[in-house]
C-alpha cells in the first residue's frame, strides 16, 4: 500500500522505537521527518528528543516535540551537533539515501556518549519479490516508496550491514526483521529457496549497535 508524503514522514515506527533502551535519556532522531518516531518514544518515556531532518516543512512540527531540531542535509549538518552528548542515535530508514553511509555512521557515532548505542532500520536488497523481477522479469523498476524507492542511494543485505557497523566500530547486539507476507501460491512456489535462505523473505533490518 502506497503511502502519503504527510504518512511517510509521521510513520509511528513502533517496530524501531523497541530497540532503544529504556535508560536512553538523550535520543538523537536522525531524519526525524515530523516526528512520529518521536511521538512514539516520547510516549514510551524519552523525554530530551533530538533530531536531524532536511524537510523544511518539518520545524513547524517538530517544535514542542524535540528538544532541538537542525534543518539541513544529513551527511553535512553532522558537524554542528554536539559530541559525546547522546546515549542513542537512530537512523530509521536514512541511510540508504545517503551518499556516503559509511562515513556518516563514524561520524555520528562521535556524537554518542562512550556507551551509547546506534538503533537503524535498513531495507534488504536480497529480498525474494525483488530478486525474482529482476532475474525472472528483469525489472529494477523505482516507485515512490518500498524496497526500490527512487531517492534510495545505497543498498544492503545482512552481510553489508553487518559490515557497515564493523567498520564504525561498533558490534550488532541486536537483530530484528520486519518480513513480507506472501500470498499462499508464491509461498508454495518459493518454499524451498525461502526455507533454505530466511533472508528472502525479510524486507526490513532493525539493528541496535553498540561499541565492544
Known sequence: ???????????SRDDVARLVPPTCARVLDVGCGFGGLGRTLAKRGVHELYGVERNPDAPARLDGLYRQHWIGDVETVVSRLPESHFDCVVFADILEHLVDPWTAVKRYARLLKPDGVIVASIPNVRNFALLASLIVRGRWTYRDHGLLDRTHLRFFTRAEIARLFEDAGFDIETWATNRDRYPLAVRLAACVPLALVPDLSVVQFLVRARRP
Not at 500500500?1 to 510513520?11: D, G, H, K, Q, V
Request: charged share 20%; no cysteine; proline share 0%.
Open 1 to 11: 500500500m502506497s503511502l502519503s508524503a504527510t504518512e511517510y514522514f509521521e510513520s
